[in-house]
């Protein structure tokens, strides 16, 4: 921890370290950490899948798209604070790296890249405006929403071309190829890890969980949670085989699970039943959405995650402990709560 | 009135009773009133059109529904008031209501039904806490929002089939099979109001009728004028005779007509004037999601009646008296205002 | 100006004349001011637009709506200070142009005019209410909504027929007839000054920047520049020929640039430049909302402006110069913003 408390002398006196370290900060809160090293080996992660996978572009894509969006938010005199954490670069970095996956590499792409990447932290300032009216967080949405219409935009326009998996079609009902149990699980839930920065690679995806480890315990056994939860649940569901063998049901559900059980709630026991409904619901809300995009031919990127995440924060108080006098006249409430007593 | 008043000291010395009262009046906050025998007159109503029509699933998926989602709103504690009016009930009777009725009944939709009801009180939470900010109800939003997702997830799961009217298609410029005036508008206007629980039974809208009646005059009352007035303005507009030979035009407009007219503003004149142009507002907003929603194959459920609500709540404070000190400098107001004096 | 005084003086004399000058003020307020002479020469340049093109109904709707709206504002005693500004009336009066646009002219489209402009001025009031919450405009979301209804209504009704451009198909990618620079772009620049009231004709889109010009230097001169960046940005995008030469990319760029260059923020250097990216934005947004709407078969009509305006305005209070004192301890921010000293 001795360099930890070196790395921190140096960003307070260095300008050029304090930016490194914002930028190093906002790759880690993708997946809700604040810690430089978690940054920088999930950096490290989205290299190796991206180079793994063939497409150099998108760790290039993710890297522009952080330095950019920060920028951007120190030239709109944002919260120090919250610059310092990184609050400014997650969304733009999975802005980069969205549309270095999903739109081929010609140079309006690039443009696309930057443009992107500063209105994201636009965005992220006007919807964390709306979202603190009811003290929630935006998370990731400025990067799917300013994602959307770059890649839907990108139908209009002959100097761009879209690389999604699939075309515009009207949906249909789920089909034969049904994913069934089987020893390639284990790597279907890695894949889900390293998915949440649009990289199929299980060994990506193990460096991004020891980038967890290190910074938290809780959040990388809840995001393990979430990818072996969300992924069973889909073969459960019958999901297709192609979706489950990508790791595609498994990176909502790790966000989820460690929004929901580790970061934005204390870990416990109710908390954790809790978060598991939550990611019941991600995987629904999932299969939803791939449904209404398909007209479209665009991916639900970590929309799942936002909506689940919201509708189950919105109402956590209640899931709090609540003062003994509140509940006086209450029998309805106590009869029917777990292991409450006789009254 | 005594077996009303009898009945209340049961609920009050039983937790049983306390828990059946709740759910009754679940029943019953679908149409906004809060009475247990308006609720088991809708739920016998819900009964006979589901085994009159060969659908004994809705009944049993309703009621599952209606327990699940009072039990989960008491395991998350919430507010013992709003449990005891059966706050918690209406959303989820309407989703195992409609998840039984447009999926086919397979293991995955029963789950669905329990799961759906489950999440659809964590949505209600989540949404009234949202829309308290602007004074406003969440009305049936969070059953539309959860059913909506479980019918579009299912295209995704090769172990759940969609039953819904339509499959997913462009939209297409009205027929010619254009409904016209004839005897059978009445029960069309009956089956409106029977619609509302998702079934299709003139003798079911008759025994919900009773069950309004019960418990406000003005409700019943405006439940027939939003049913008529509904169904009359579909075949004015030129709607198809296959949707309003199913009082699929009524349902909506019987919920705005209601909450406008009856429930959420004093009855009046000027507050019967506003709710029939809300019903309007109504019939348009539902031809208007009708075609939104036909590429994805799902039905409107009740969203015309929350949308057009919401947007003739929002600005309901503009409708009561105002003190006359307001409108002293103010030629414009008292000069077209009906009725107004010369001066 | 005596002519100015005068008729000011006319307007508080009398109820008539008050009236109409509420209403000119609404025809200036789509484009942000307010100014009963600019509204004037609006209305002539509406005018000339919809004769030269053959569509002599869209005057006849716009004015229509125009004072249907604003009477329903009377009658619904919304506050009399926005009334006098014209804010109740230029929602409507875009409903009245919007729907004798695309839809035929048969007695269900005059129908559709008359309660679609009521019901824009209850929408006003509604998300008047919800936006207040965050200090932003609904600027021209009321049309915008109901028009959206009342168009894609009219495909379930046999008494209703669309005219939108293009009829209801899955979105393709962008074709080869791709817009070239050439001397026409000074034309379709004033005809996407005239498209923000739907009609396509350069003496239209002079007349209105005439307009702009007695108001407000500043208006008319990001009025152009709003034109000219989102013609050549859709130019330089690859955009399809037949949409810029129409005029269709200026529209909205019009409306962001005036909103966010002169009338919601102080005319400067910074908010030039967040303008600009405002335009970029309102390009792209533009772009993703046809893809979008492309399998519905409806316009954008002028949601792009309004989804970019808004996001451009919800961070906006960082744009204003910050006090000293806030900023101290704070390296980063002072050394990246441009022109910072050395410390």
Request: proline share 9%; charged share 5%.
């Given at each position: 921890m001795s360099d930890g408390n070196r790395w921190r002398q140096l960003a307070e006196r260095y300008r050029g370290v304090e930016f490194v370290d914002a930028c190093l900060r906002g790759a880690a809160q993708v997946m809700l950490q604040n810690n430089p090293l978690t940054g920088l080996l999930i950096l490290v992660g989205i290299a190796v899948g991206s180079l793994h996978s063939g497409h150099p572009q998108v760790i290039v894509g993710a890297l522009v798209a952080l330095v950019v969006g920060t920028v951007t938010a120190i030239l709109l005199r944002a919260d120090a604070g919250s610059l310092r954490s990184g609050l400014f670069g997650f969304s733009p970095l999975l802005t980069g790296a969205g549309v270095t996956t999903f739109l081929e590499d010609r140079p309006l792409m690039w443009l696309f890249v930057v443009l992107g990447a500063a209105v994201t932290t636009v965005v992220t300032l006007a919807l964390s405006t709306v979202f603190r009216t009811w003290g929630v967080?935006?998370?990731?949405?400025?990067?799917?929403?300013?994602?959307?219409?770059?890649?839907?935009?990108?139908?209009?326009?002959?100097?761009?071309?879209?690389?999604?998996?699939?075309?515009?079609?009207l949906p249909a009902a789920g089909g034969t190829d049904v994913a069934r149990l089987g020893g390639g699980v284990v790597f279907h839930v890695l894949e889900g890890v390293s998915q949440v920065f649009l990289v199929?690679?299980?060994?990506?995806?193990?460096?991004?969980?020891?980038?967890?480890?290190?910074?938290?315990?809780?959040?990388?056994?809840?995001?393990?949670?979430?990818?072996?939860?969300?992924?069973?649940?889909?073969?459960?569901?019958?999901?297709?085989?192609?979706t489950v063998n990508?790791?595609?049901?498994?990176?909502?559900?790790?966000?989820?699970?460690?929004?929901?059980?580790?970061?934005?709630?204390?870990?416990?026991?109710?908390?954790?039943?809790?978060?598991?409904?939550?990611?019941?619901?991600?995987?629904?809300?999932?299969?939803?959405?791939?449904?209404?995009?398909?007209?479209?031919?665009?991916?639900?990127?970590?929309?799942?995650?936002?909506?689940?995440?919201?509708?189950?924060?919105?109402?956590?108080?209640?899931?709090?402990?609540?003062?003994?006098?509140?509940?006086?006249?209450?029998?309805?409430?106590?009869?029917?709560?777990?292991?409450?007593?006789?009254?």
């Open positions: 967080p935006a998370l990731t949405f400025p990067f799917v929403l300013t994602t959307w219409f770059l890649l839907l935009g990108a139908y209009q326009f002959a100097r761009s071309t879209l690389a999604t998996p699939a075309p515009p079609a199929e690679s299980w060994i990506a995806g193990l460096v991004i969980l020891v980038g967890l480890l290190v910074n938290s315990r809780w959040s990388a056994a809840f995001a393990v949670i979430g990818a072996v939860a969300g992924t069973l649940l889909a073969i459960g569901f019958g999901a297709g085989a192609a990508q790791g595609l049901w498994g990176f909502n559900a790790v966000l989820t699970a460690i929004a929901l059980g580790a970061v934005l709630s204390r870990p416990s026991g109710p908390t954790a039943a809790y978060a598991l409904l939550g990611v019941v619901a991600t995987v629904i809300v999932q299969a939803a959405l791939t449904t209404v995009l398909a007209p479209l031919g665009v991916p639900t990127l970590t929309a799942p995650f936002v909506i689940a995440t919201w509708l189950f924060l919105l109402p956590k108080r209640n899931l709090t402990p609540v003062p003994q006098h509140e509940r006086h006249a209450d029998g309805l409430l106590t009869a029917l709560r777990p292991g409450a007593g006789p009254g």
